[in-house]
């Protein structure tokens, strides 16, 4: 049996009479008032997990925030974050916040499960995608010189190790899972040597799950069957750009970015977040964004600790706010706001019986 | 930095004097020379098809045919054969089928080759969706302009030790430049209302950077085309939401692959899907990107419709309107009326019968 990496990660364990510390990084744009919803939430449904709230700015050009935050996690060993924003105008010494955190803590997968929701209209239906998608090396190395001026150069790294380690926890996942195919998405007819790689060691752990279908798809005709049918695609696997370009794809397929959640596992820590990792920042504190995503992330975030009670009574809560077409917010094309649609939430939470705290 | 602006100044006094006549040339008189490159496959019956059509519409175009099997030269360089290459320099216009690339042929790709030779530095592809072939997305008009010589696709790929594999994206400015110009010339000369820059500078600051830059660049030297900037992940979650919202996207070399196969497959595949690629001195090569279908070749089966819409593109881009606008009504008002479809369309017609309904309807609208 092929072991590529510790896949029982554990959850640290629970201290001060059975509550959870998780590590909160509220980010940028809507990422503070929908921390601060998911806060609400918790403390109504009484769920066992404090906070500790971590901020980091932007705007300094120091990197002693995302340090702290780090830490931080390191410390709790898991965390709910929203999307700190780049300037992608500054000098490249000031490196994505976001991409800086999941290197130093290894977060090596990154998890977006897409399927169609109920009560949310698409042009496709019937879809359920599970997207594992390399999450530290590929083209998001940040490795890049000027040699000559005008002339650049950006390298993009895929090693053996790394690739075996995603391809390992897509067949882990899939069988965990009970699903049937595993596709690998590549450009290796172009990127013969890099991409080649990954192919290759996809193929090697494929051989070691029989049970499991396993296919490999070129990046761009990849796109082309998402749009026009996406229903053949289980388990898909593939490096850090192409993992960027398909789960957007999928995530705008069943209806945009305020619907799916996204986690980031590695070996020793889980980050969760929302699926397409936006700031939102033209529409901050208007009370107008979709808290889906994030209260869906926190779920994930509520199994991973073993609440699975939590996690199932407040997804349910969740998905039934969803059928409600009247409260659906601006980006379902709808006019209701966050706060409408948190409040169902708990009103929802609270039909179903357990213990809350009073309104 | 002053070393910058020294150097971004002189490269704009050498590239205005090197500057290559972006223009599409107007042929208003006379009979036009066009170098044509069957293909393989499917490719001879669809480029019979697009003559039989053009023969019908009376278009004043003469079709010199070529054929493209790489030759090795002097040196065991491969290079495609003399003969083709001085056809396609003289007449300047070409239009090519689809070509096979043999897997163990010892030399690269058909298309590198063409490429590389002609220096084709953009590939432009219009999608818009056809009223008659329906796909879940109704309302596209877009045109995709993807750098086409560097970036991602520049080969440049190591081994480092063992198991670590380095593949080397290359963004110059002097190639980022070119393609710039040419999306907003493209907007200006076919009305388009504005050009969107597609990149990932929050994580490729440099490379995406640069390239981001020279837009900027270029948009100030065009300010009646509105310029937008917007991530590929942005990109890619709007546009299968609505892409309406998109005009011309301009973009390097991966983006562009993925993005324009991506449109693609809105508007209904491969198989309907325009394509040209613009290269230096004034080249121009239209082709289809679908494959080469070995399966259905000589059986009178493929559908042409991708090759005569990359001809209509052709005649476009040499200032034909005219004819470009005759052919394509008709090519349009065939398919929606679903009387002579060929088979990947959901009809079951054959090619000759479909190529005939174009030209009938050619013949009514003259």
């Not at chain 1, 208007?286 to 939590?310: E, F, I, Q, R, V």
């Amino acid at each position: 049996v092929n072991v590529y990496f510790n896949w029982s990660l554990q959850p640290p364990p629970a201290r001060y009479g059975g509550r959870h510390t998780v590590t909160l990084i509220p980010g940028d744009g809507i990422g503070p008032e929908l921390a601060k919803h998911v806060c609400e939430l918790f403390r109504f449904c009484c769920v066992p997990v404090d906070f500790e709230v971590v901020d980091v700015d932007s705007s300094m050009a120091s990197e002693d925030d995302i340090d702290d935050a780090i830490m931080a996690i390191r410390r709790n060993g898991v965390a709910l974050k929203g999307n700190i924003e780049t300037n992608h105008n500054l000098p490249p010494s000031y490196k994505s916040r976001n991409n800086l955190l999941r290197t130093t803590l290894d977060l090596y997968a990154n998890v977006m499960h897409c399927q169609s929701l109920p009560g949310v209209r698409t042009r496709h239906r019937k879809i359920d995608i599970m997207i594992v998608r390399e999450n530290t090396e590929g083209e998001y190395s940040s490795l890049e010189h000027e040699n000559v001026p005008g002339v650049v150069e950006c390298l993009k790294i895929i090693t053996k190790t790394k690739s075996l380690r995603i391809a390992d926890y897509a067949f882990q996942t899939a069988r965990a899972k009970g699903r049937r195919l595993v596709t690998a998405v590549h450009k290796a007819n172009i990127m013969k040597l890099g991409d080649g790689l990954f192919l290759e060691c996809c193929k090697e752990v494929a051989s070691g799950y029989p049970e499991i279908s396993f296919e490999s798809m070129i990046v761009d005709n990849t796109t082309m069957q998402l749009v026009s049918r996406p229903q053949q695609f289980d388990v898909m696997v593939m490096p850090n750009l192409y993992g960027n370009v398909v789960s957007n794809v999928c995530a705008g397929l069943v209806g945009g970015p305020g619907l799916v959640p996204g986690a980031n596992y590695g070996e020793n820590y889980a980050v969760f977040e929302t699926g397409t990792r936006n700031t939102g920042k033209s529409i901050a504190n208007s009370n107008t964004a979709n808290p889906t995503a994030m209260l869906l992330a926190s779920c994930l975030l509520l199994d991973h600790l073993k609440l699975h009670d939590y996690a199932s009574m407040i997804r349910r809560a969740v998905l039934s706010t969803l059928t409600e077409t009247k409260l659906h917010t601006a980006d379902l094309g709808g006019q209701g706001s966050t706060s409408e649609v948190l409040q169902r939430v708990m009103n929802a939470v609270q039909s179903t019986g357990p213990r809350t705290l009073s309104m | 930095m002053a070393g910058t602006a020294w150097r971004s100044a002189v490269s704009q006094v050498v590239g205005a004097l090197k500057k290559e006549s972006l223009q599409p040339r107007t042929f208003t008189r006379g009979i036009h020379t066009v170098t044509l490159i069957p293909g393989d496959g499917i490719g001879p019956e669809i480029s019979t098809a697009v003559m039989k059509i053009f023969e019908v519409a009376k278009a004043p175009i003469q079709w010199e045919e070529r054929n493209v099997t790489a030759i090795q030269g002097p040196g065991g360089k491969w290079m495609i054969p003399p003969d083709a290459k001085e056809s396609m320099d003289r007449n300047k216009i070409g239009l090519k089928g689809p070509l096979k690339t043999p897997i163990a042929a010892g030399h690269p790709s058909m298309n590198l080759l063409l490429r590389k030779t002609f220096d084709l530095y953009a590939n432009v592809r219009p999608c818009a969706s056809i009223e008659g072939y329906q796909t879940p997305y109704t309302d596209v008009n877009l045109v995709t302009i993807r750098e086409n010589t560097e970036g991602e696709y520049s080969g440049i790929e190591h081994v480092i030790v063992d198991g670590v594999v380095q593949s080397i994206k290359l963004i110059t400015e002097q190639a980022s430049q070119r393609i710039a110009e040419y999306a907003f010339e493209y907007a200006k000369n076919n009305q388009r209302a504005s050009v969107t820059a597609v990149h990932k500078a929050n994580i490729m600051r440099m490379s995406d950077g640069l390239f981001l830059r020279t837009c900027r660049e270029a948009a100030e030297k065009h300010k009646d085309v509105k310029f937008n900037e917007m991530y590929l992940d942005t990109v890619c979650l709007n546009m299968v939401q609505d892409p309406s919202q998109f005009d011309v996207l301009v973009m390097p070399n991966l983006y562009g692959d993925i993005l324009s196969d991506l449109c693609a497959g809105l508007i209904g595949g491969l198989g309907v899907t325009p394509s040209g690629n613009i290269g230096a001195n004034g080249v121009a090569i239209f082709e289809s990107v679908h494959g080469t279908a070995p399966d259905i070749a000589g059986k009178d089966m493929a559908n042409p419709t991708a090759l005569l819409l990359s001809a209509v593109m052709m005649l476009r881009h040499m200032g034909l309107h005219g004819h470009a606008q005759k052919i394509e009504t008709a090519c349009f008002d065939v398919i929606r009326d679903k009387k002579a479809l060929t088979k990947d369309l959901g009809g079951n017609s054959k090619c000759s019968e479909f190529t005939d309904a174009i030209c009938q309807r050619v013949r009514e609208l003259v």
